[in-house]
Nanobody, 116 residues
Framework: QVQLVESGGGLVQPGGSLRLSCAASGLIFSFYGMGWYRQAPGKQRELVTYITNYGKTNYADSVKGRLTISGDNAKNTVYLQMNSLKPEDTAVYYC??????????WGQGTQVPVSK
């Protein structure tokens, strides 16, 4: 059974930092690209950043230079380092595993409110 479990969310002040983790089990991690998505209240879920299974990354323009994705194949975990957070970064953050020709898997989400 595949599971993706996010952690690390919580209230943070504008300008602050947070690191999210997504631990995967039940799949061969190196076969999958991993993405972080977010959904703000009243808005559609959007892609924030993605790392392929060979390490190539891409970022939404709104987060470039502030958010960094990284992966640890030994721990089956992907991270999202978030710096210089803004109120507009407030959302529920989800990780997703995507493998070519394979099912996609989602985590349950972790809340990140950015507020004074």
């Amino acid at each position: 059974q595949v599971q993706l479990v996010e952690s690390g969310g919580g209230l943070v002040q504008p300008g602050g930092s947070l690191r999210l983790s997504c631990a995967a089990s039940g799949l061969i991690f190196s076969f999958y690209g991993m993405g972080w998505y977010r959904q703000a209240p009243g808005k559609q879920r959007e892609l924030v950043t993605y790392i392929t299974n060979y390490g190539k990354t891409n970022y939404a323009d709104s987060v470039k230079g502030r958010l960094t994705i990284s992966g640890d194949n030994a721990k089956n975990t992907v991270y999202l380092q978030m710096n210089s957070l803004k109120p507009e970064d407030t959302a529920v953050y989800y990780c997703k595993a995507h493998g070519e020709g394979r099912n996609d898997y989602w985590g349950q989400g972790t809340q990140v409110p950015v507020s004074k």
